[in-house]
């Protein structure tokens, strides 16, 4: 069982950014195996992929996140982090942090509670 705590959600303004964390429950050996990634859920819509990275630091983006969104993961702490730049009212959104086994099995696959990101136009 993996638990996962996010943290640093917010209200900022056009433009601005925010840095995401999630803090996991793991060993740093189990921490390491799995893909990290954030996902986030508009009001009436599906929940969508945002960044991820895998254990062996690769990293993936949904195009709306290119160029202004970095995943980025510290085993050390056992902490996977979202810098978001230059934000949108479109950015505004729960964002969730997901921890992914390599296995694709379900029942190794875990969620934070989300946290808040709103962004003022």
């Known amino acids: 069982q993996v638990q996962l705590v996010e943290s640093g959600g917010g209200f900022v303004q056009r433009g601005g950014s925010l840095r995401l964390s999630c803090a996991a429950s793991?060993?740093?050996?189990?921490?390491?195996?799995?893909?990290m990634g954030w996902y986030r859920q508009s009001p009436g819509k599906q929940r969508e992929l945002v960044a991820t990275i895998t254990g062996g630091g690769q990293s993936d983006y949904a195009d709306s996140a290119k160029d202004r969104f970095t995943i980025s993961r510290d085993a050390t702490k056992r902490t996977v982090y979202l810098q978001m730049n230059n934000l949108k009212p479109e950015d505004t959104a729960v964002y969730y942090c997901?921890?992914?086994?390599?296995?694709?099995?379900?029942?190794?696959?875990?969620w934070g509670q989300g946290t808040q990101v709103t962004v003022a136009s």
């Open positions: 793991a060993s740093r050996m189990m921490f390491s195996i799995y893909t």
């Open positions: 997901n921890a992914r086994h390599p296995s694709g099995l379900a029942s190794l696959n875990y």
